[in-house]
């Protein structure tokens, strides 16, 4: 697959089970023999603590708050959060798919602010929220990712860290040898497809 900058986060990955080998449906449509699966990483607390530290460590700025488009981006973030010493909030969607801040969270002019996500793939959830902070007055320092599967591609107008880049091997489904075998597709996160 997989280029990854970290062999030991990606030993993690392998250890906790998050590394699935089969034939999976990925958001964008397109077939992949492989799939991260953030969660059963950071459902260990003591390496979601892990992970926060060593993106907080590469982003390396002093922000004011720490923001997370939701579901992905609520444990990261929190755990980025606390290694800054700074509070962390996160977005929804509201009925119009809009990303919107609820819950009485807030933001003011002039805070510093990074955002953290689980995964990027094209980035679109972060750079939602990016311009919903800077629509806010809040400068957005930086955004971050445990891992980004766009191989480093996806511009978020910000400088952006992850703690492993990862070129993910993908097939058009016309073209997938995963179909030609009659391998059952599934969609990774929910249920099967
Ligand atoms: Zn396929």
Redesign the pocket.
Known sequence: MAHPTSDSLLDLFRNTGAYLKG?F?LTSGL?SPEYLQCALVLQHPQHAETCGRALAAALNVKPDVVVSPAMGGLIIGHEVARAFGVRHIFTERDADRKMVLRRGFSVQPGEKAVVIEDVITTGGSSKEVVDLLRAAGVEVLAAGSVIDRSGGRADLGVPRAALATLEVQT?D?AQ?????QG?P?VKPGSRPA
Do not use: F, G, K, S
């Open positions: 034939h449906r077939h097939y489904p997938c040898p995963l179909c030609a391998l597709v």
